[in-house]
């Protein structure tokens, strides 16, 4: 009788599960899409590259704090002769979990929103252990969460926003995790104010790798 019993009950308790959750959760969807204004760039670097961003706000930012990153990022990536030619700012409404860093919820985010990349995602915070203010996702570290490949997961309460913005983004477009602690590189472990060069040989390999990767295209127009 218990057999039986527990066999009638499980559909019964799984479709309750399963109704209870789809009226609770809110949805995963795109609330708002606008363009971000574009960056001053310095005169000077000959441009030769162009960078199509998508800029998720996944956790209320102020928007003005975004755009201010993505213009000092504009005008880091600027010295490899690359114009960041159009960065799209999408709202996006989660459940509470799903604003947050936090590899399964992410990957599931990713899935559900399918947003052009590179894509830099502003978050509310991270359930990541060890915990870092911002994370970057290439093709060389994403081979078990794909969803997550060239992506920027960025932290409320990052310091130095428009550094750690650019030097993540870079580590995407090299797909390259290597730190470089010349005088002023921007590629230091720990980002800081100063910060914000970059070689000849990194801004040629994140020349070379975007374009392999379909995140960079060579010509300005
Ligand atoms: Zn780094």
Not at 13 to 26: Q, R
Not at 114 to 128: D, I
Not at 178 to 184: L, V, W
């Amino acid at each position: 009788m218990y057999g039986r019993l527990q066999t009638l009950l499980l559909p019964l308790l799984l479709a309750c599960t399963l109704s209870a959750g789809a009226a609770d959760v809110p949805p995963i969807r795109v609330e708002a899409r606008a363009a971000i204004a574009d960056a001053a760039i310095p005169s000077g670097p000959v441009l030769t590259h162009t960078l199509a961003l998508t800029v998720a706000n996944i956790a209320a930012w102020p928007e003005a704090e975004i755009t201010a990153a993505v213009h000092e990022t504009a005008r880091i990536l600027a010295q490899c002769g690359i114009r960041i030619a159009r960065a799209d700012l999408v709202t996006v409404a989660a459940p509470d979990a799903h604003r947050y860093f936090d590899t399964p919820r992410s990957r599931e985010l990713a899935r559900v929103l399918a947003l052009p990349k590179p894509t830099l995602y502003f978050t509310a915070g991270t359930r990541q252990t060890p915990a870092f203010d911002a994370e970057a996702i290439g093709r060389g570290n994403s081979r078990t969460r794909p969803e997550l490949a060239d992506t920027v997961w960025i932290a409320r309460g990052a310091r130095d926003l428009g550094i750690v913005v650019a030097h993540e983004l870079a580590h995407v477009l090299m797909d390259s995790g290597a730190h470089d602690h010349s005088p002023g590189n921007l590629m230091a472990e720990s980002t800081t104010p100063q910060n914000t060069q970059l070689s000849n040989a990194q801004c040629a390999r994140i020349r070379a790798t975007g374009t392999r990767n379909s995140l960079l295209h060579s010509g300005v127009n």
